[in-house]
């Protein structure tokens, strides 16, 4: 279900930019784990608008092989190479959340136009400060809330639009993860809060056609203690937004 918002949703930015070059918009992609992968396969194979022309990863290697995998010309570890090379459009930034303000505001300042994973930052501070870059450099920037182009929450917002259930109340959404996610992907992610629970937020946003004026959160670690004692995280949740 995530994954055909996450198609729609990257189809519908390529297809935006590209209205404005020649030849469809040149991607650079940094990162190469699973995500990236996912949006390499997208702008390679599903995406006539768009065409990655290089990718950058820690791991050389992994590069490499996802360049070779889905076409892509260039392969390295600099995410620089990206953020100077000239002829690239736009910038897809895959990489482990505490590296995102740092990038965005670097294709931001070299006016790249930016789709970025969750979360867009991981502290207050750089969220302002990479929302004040991107509105002085001016170009377009897209966060990976897919699952507003998933057809299910698609259609649930049509019938809000339509009147059909009335004035939205109360939203209620469970999310699971199938499992814990490894230590080290915890100690970079920002936390249950940013990483996972910042989609049931942005979803609630979009049911309720509102902005959050009140937010109550409580939470535990329950289900793997390594998350407690080595990740400095919880696993389990529960948030009340109040519009």
């Given at each position: 279900m995530n994954g055909m918002g996450l198609f729609?949703?990257?189809?519908?930015?390529?297809?935006?930019?590209?209205?404005?070059?020649?030849?469809?918009?040149?991607?650079g992609i940094i990162g190469a784990g699973r995500i990236g992968q996912v949006h390499a396969e997208t702008l390679a194979f599903r995406c006539p608008q768009a065409k990655p022309v290089r990718i950058v990863d820690f791991f050389e290697d992994v590069?490499?092989?996802?360049?070779?995998?889905?076409g892509i010309d260039h392969a390295g570890t600099d995410y620089m190479d990206i953020v100077n090379d000239s002829s690239i459009d736009a910038v897809w930034i895959c990489s482990p959340s505490s590296m995102h303000a740092e990038q965005i505001i670097a294709a931001a300042k070299a006016g790249k136009h930016i789709f970025c994973e969750k979360p867009l930052a991981?502290?207050?501070?750089?969220?302002?400060?990479?929302?004040?870059?991107?509105?002085?450099?001016?170009?377009?920037?897209?966060m990976a809330f897919q699952r507003r182009f998933d057809p299910n929450f698609?259609?649930?917002?049509?019938?809000?639009?339509?009147?059909?259930?009335?004035?939205?109340?109360?939203?209620?959404?469970t999310s699971r993860d199938p499992a814990p996610p490894p230590i080290d992907y915890i100690?970079?992610?920002?936390?249950?809060?940013?990483?996972?629970?910042?989609?049931?937020?942005?979803?609630a946003r979009f049911l309720m056609?509102?902005?959050?004026?009140r937010v109550t959160a409580l939470g535990k670690c329950r289900i793997?203690?390594?998350i407690a004692s080595e990740g400095k995280d919880i696993d389990t949740s529960l948030t009340i937004l109040e519009f």
């Open positions: 729609r949703g990257a189809r519908l930015l390529a297809r935006g930019l590209s209205s404005g070059t020649s030849g469809g918009i040149r991607v590069a490499k092989t996802v360049a070779g995998k889905f991981t502290s207050l501070k750089e969220v302002d400060d990479v929302i004040k870059v991107v509105d002085e450099s001016g170009v377009k920037m897209m698609a259609r649930a917002r049509k019938a809000v639009d339509d009147g059909v259930v009335g004035d939205p109340i109360m939203f209620h959404l100690l970079k992610s920002g936390g249950l809060h940013n990483d996972m629970a910042v989609h049931d937020y942005d979803v056609k509102s902005e959050c004026v793997d203690p390594k």
